[in-house]
């Protein structure tokens, strides 16, 4: 699924990285536990959690990850976005549940890691 389809099917707000909303992802892994994330080793991964601070993104960019979808309303911020920037990851703000955000997802054919 293309990152911008991701987006608007979690009514999201891409909040930095659009240039790269044409990057497609396969899997998806939910998690506010980032020793987890990093356990987690597929391509085309994108990360659905609630855990809005630095820690999210430096844990994408060592498991490289394209993409994090941030849930239930949490905001990122600006050394958030430029750290993302830097390493070319889509951040996205969504206001839904992470068990609503994983199950339209599911739903729309990415695959669980496990």
């Given at each position: 699924?293309?990152?911008?389809?991701?987006a608007e099917l979690v009514n999201g707000n891409v909040v930095c990285c659009h240039h790269r909303?044409?990057?497609?992802?396969?899997?998806?892994?939910?998690?506010?536990?980032?020793?987890?994330?990093?356990?987690?080793?597929?391509?085309?991964?994108?990360?659905?959690?609630?855990?809005?601070?630095?820690?999210?993104?430096?844990?994408?960019?060592?498991?490289?990850?394209?993409?994090?979808?941030?849930?239930?309303?949490?905001?990122?911020?600006?050394?958030?976005?430029?750290?993302?920037?830097?390493?070319?990851?889509?951040?996205?703000?969504?206001?839904?549940?992470?068990?609503?955000?994983?199950?339209?997802?599911?739903?729309?054919?990415?695959?669980?890691?496990?």
């Amino acid at each position: 699924m293309k990152l911008s389809e991701l987006a608007e099917l979690v009514n999201g707000n891409v909040v930095c990285c659009h240039h790269r909303l044409d990057s497609e992802v396969e899997y998806a892994f939910a998690s506010d536990l980032m020793s987890d994330v990093l356990t987690v080793r597929v391509d085309k991964l994108l990360l659905i959690t609630g855990l809005a601070n630095m820690q999210a993104v430096r844990t994408a960019e060592m498991a490289d990850i394209q993409a994090i979808i941030f849930v239930r309303n949490k905001t990122v911020s600006e050394d958030m976005i430029n750290l993302a920037e830097d390493n070319g990851i889509v951040l996205i703000e969504s206001p839904f549940t992470m068990f609503r955000a994983s199950g339209l997802l599911f739903g729309k054919g990415v695959k669980p890691v496990y």
